[in-house]
């Protein structure tokens, strides 16, 4: 069974809902990247930071997933797939796919301020100001924020590195270190890129499917049934 890929970024969670990141703009749902996305602006208010995340909660379990979510699960059935993904919400667990490896952390999960490799599920609840992780430190969400180290970027690293097929979708490739994950890849590594804009890829030998994710995951999947099973 060939390995599979896909590094998902906020352009699939768009279609069900889910506010990308970073708009043109530079803020996230009207609030300055740097106030509810750093360690600085967690020391500085960390009631803000938890308001934030306690409604980007509140909003993932409205959401469900859409049909490129369960077009990257349905993969399963054919190829042996990884999905490594930059977005913290559930979306990709919630339409079926069953390896995940989340690179920014995980909306449902918390932490406590020192460890930042073990968490605790919290589901959809709120996490309480003053309230406490097992070592005593406060519990803050479980996502990594900017400039923190990125736990999990090893095993994604691997992941890609074994790739015979590797699908990028719904991200521009330009954050780091994810970005950089196309450069594991092997030699002879097919490399499929979904995105409704046209992305310069002129170091990579990468096909492009210049669509909106759902469209574009439809497309791809007849492509690689019709390529890799009709042999």
Known sequence: MKKLV??????VSAESGISTFR??????????VEDVASIEGWYRDPQLVLDFYNQRRRDVQKREPNQAHKIIAELERYF???VVTQNIDNLHERAGSSKII?????????????????SIEIGYRDILPGEK???????RPFIVWFGESVPRLKEAAEAV??????????????????????NYTKPGCKIYVVDPK??????????QIVEKATVG????????????LSK
């Not at 708009?23 to 300055?32: A, T, V």
């Not at 046209?198 to 096909?207: F, G, K, T, V």
Request: hydrophobic share 40%; no cysteine.
């Open 133 to 139: 992780y097992k070592d005593g430190t406060r519990l």
């Open 80 to 82: 042996d797939v990884t």
């Open 217 to 228: 995951m439809a497309l791809l999947k007849e492509r690689l049934l019709k390529e890799y």
């Open 23 to 32: 708009d043109s703009d530079g803020l996230w749902e009207n609030y300055r």
């Open 102 to 118: 989340h690179l920014h952390g995980e909306i449902t999960r918390a932490r406590g301020e020192r460890d930042e490799e073990h």
């Open 198 to 207: 046209p992305i310069a890829l002129s170091y990579l030998s990468a096909e």
């Open 6 to 11: 896909v590094l998902s970024g906020a352009g």
């Open 161 to 182: 590195s074994q790739a015979d097929i590797l699908i990028v979708i719904g991200t521009s490739l330009v954050v780091y270190p994810a970005a950089g994950l196309v």
